[in-house]
Structures are given as structure tokens and as C-alpha cells.
């Protein structure tokens, strides 16, 4: 299975470039203490409230954006 993904990315650039866009984020996440799956649906979840405000940006979203407002404390690990 992981030889055929490996394969579908090696010879898609499109899926390639994708799979970059998801291991950046995963990064970033990781960067901020974020929990990964938290965050994606959080994203998922309210990405629709830029479909026609144009003045916002995406770049709220970021992980450590998201941090700085102290948006959803949720989507950060606990450290002990």
C-alpha cells in the first residue's frame, strides 16, 4: 500500500504538490502544539465564513495565528 502511494505521488506532480500543502501544514501545527485532526476540522468547519468576505484572509487559519488569538485552546496539546 505505502509503495503505491509513494508511486501515485512520485509520478502525479499535482498529487506530489498536494501532499507537500498537507506535510507544511502538519508542521506548522506541530511547530504550535497543535493537534493536526483537531485543527483540519476546526479549518473544515468554519472555512465557509470566507466564501464571500473577500477582506478576510486565509491566513487566519494558521495554526499559530489561530494561537496568538487564543482561538480554540482546544486544538493545543496538553504538555506535562
Known amino acids: 500500500m505505502l509503495l503505491q502511494i509513494q508511486l501515485y505521488v512520485l509520478w502525479n506532480h499535482d498529487a506530489a504538490e498536494e501532499t507537500a500543502i498537507m506535510y507544511t501544514m502538519m508542521g506548522c ?25 473577500y477582506s478576510k484572509d486565509l491566513e487566519d487559519f494558521l495554526s499559530l495565528r489561530l494561537k ?3 482561538i480554540q485552546q482546544s486544538l493545543y496539546l496538553e504538555f506535562l
Do not use: P, Q
Open 68 to 70: 496568538e488569538k487564543g
Open 29 to 53: 501545527c506541530k511547530l504550535a502544539g497543535a493537534d493536526f485532526r483537531k485543527w483540519t476540522t476546526y479549518v473544515l468547519t468554519h472555512i465557509h465564513e470566507y466564501d464571500n468576505d
